[in-house]
């Protein structure tokens, strides 16, 4: 299956050995998308694009004139990238070669929705780079109902995640704990504190909060016992969320990242709990729900229930939204954002960046 005007450099098939081509040229998207998918159907790991350079949007300029579309011109007056007096080209926007305008950044969105990784491109032409893609591999065994302490058994496996190395994850946390900064030298509580990510992150404000007493709450001993090597000042208690122990006290921020929706956790139950007996009058809150799969060494957006193949967000949507009105009723001011984590911000009482 080829699109209009483009052609197959190498079938399924061919004697080279070469993995499946496709020349994309003026494709229609729909048309690239169609025979990616049938190429996927048919069992293929490995595929090659050859698309028109996203960065010489016209080949026929010669390579010391060709502007560099990430770099600003300081003689445009909005400032954009691009040569001086040319038009901004929007996505879908015919360049001078007759294709359509796609940046990296579209190429890579394709490659995320049809669940492939797109590896480094070479220039095969003037105008013209080929880009492999390969399909993403299998699910981490950790999203099939695992839980508890045998998520941490393998040190290949959930333990190694480091998430504030992902900008997806990292950005977006520090954006959240901005919003809900707890003042210096006040009591945190971090709920499913794991390696103790989320205490890294709190230092890593600018400027971060000082003297902050930190306590973290994991069911599980042997990430406990990494964050207690990383932060020996903090205190760290083995339990289960919904069940903490009684006389911890009252706390000026509480983070709860991809702990609500656990399968033993009664989410209504746990936020009551800890509005009413855990957070301060003038206190911030930071919940967490996980919108990402891990498949292949990599990072997937969006959520799925286990009873479903592909992505949906009806649940995390509902939870979210019922705990952003439960805090609402009690006095809480609210954001939602994130990228892989949905990110619910609260906080009241207290001064707030406008950010």
């Known amino acids: 299956m080829n699109p209009p005007g483009a052609a197959a450099a190498h079938d399924a098939g061919d004697h080279t050995g070469d993995p499946p081509r496709l020349v994309v040229g003026r494709s229609p998207l729909i048309d690239v998308v169609r025979w990616i998918r049938a190429e996927l159907a048919a069992g293929t790991e490995r595929f090659e694009l050859d698309i028109p350079d996203p960065d010489i949007p016209d080949p026929d300029i010669p390579d010391p004139d060709v502007p560099d579309p990430d770099v600003p011109d300081p003689e445009r007056a909005d400032g954009s990238a691009g040569a001086v007096g040319a038009a901004v080209l929007w996505p879908g926007a015919p360049r001078a070669d007759g294709a359509p305008q796609r940046s990296w950044r579209a190429w890579a969105d394709l490659a995320d929705v049809l669940h492939c990784t797109m590896h480094t491109p070479r220039i095969v032409a003037r105008g013209v780079v080929r880009v492999p893609f390969s399909r993403l591999?299998?699910?981490?065994?950790?999203?099939?109902?695992?839980?508890?302490?045998?998520?941490?058994?393998?040190?290949?496996?959930?333990?190694?995640?480091?998430?504030?190395?992902?900008?997806?994850?990292l950005l977006p946390l520090l954006e959240a704990l901005e919003r809900a900064r707890p003042p210096d030298g006040s009591r945190v509580l971090v709920l499913g504190c794991h390696h103790g990510d989320e205490i890294e992150a709190l230092d890593l404000l600018e400027p971060p909060p000082r003297r902050?007493?930190?306590?973290?709450?994991?069911?599980?001993?042997?990430?406990?016992?990494?964050?207690?090597r990383r932060y020996p000042a903090a205190e760290f208690l083995e339990c289960d969320v919904a069940h903490l122990p009684a006389g911890m006290g009252r706390f000026a921020l509480v983070i709860a990242i991809d702990v609500v929706q656990g399968p033993a956790v009664d989410a209504p139950?746990?936020?009551?709990?800890?509005?009413?007996?855990?957070?301060?009058?003038?206190?911030?809150?930071?919940?967490?729900?996980?919108?990402?799969?891990?498949?292949?060494?990599?990072?997937?957006?969006?959520?799925?229930?286990?009873?479903?193949?592909?992505?949906?967000?009806?649940?995390?949507?509902?939870?979210?939204?019922?705990?952003?009105?439960?805090?609402h009723q009690h006095g809480f001011r609210t954001h939602v954002g994130g990228r892989y984590d949905l990110l619910l911000s609260a906080w009241r009482e207290r001064v707030h960046p406008s950010g």
């Open 212 to 228: 902050l007493r930190v306590v973290g709450v994991d069911h599980a001993a042997a990430p406990l016992a990494v964050a207690a």
């Open 137 to 169: 591999g299998p699910e981490a065994p950790w999203h099939g109902g695992t839980s508890g302490r045998d998520r941490y058994a393998r040190a290949d496996g959930f333990s190694s995640v480091r998430k504030l190395e992902h900008p997806g994850f």
């Open 269 to 327: 139950a746990l936020l009551r709990r800890l509005v009413q007996d855990h957070l301060e009058p003038a206190a911030a809150l930071v919940i967490g729900l996980p919108n990402s799969r891990f498949r292949g060494g990599d990072v997937v957006w969006g959520a799925r229930t286990l009873n479903r193949r592909e992505s949906d967000l009806s649940l995390v949507v509902k939870d979210l939204a019922a705990a952003r009105r439960y805090l």
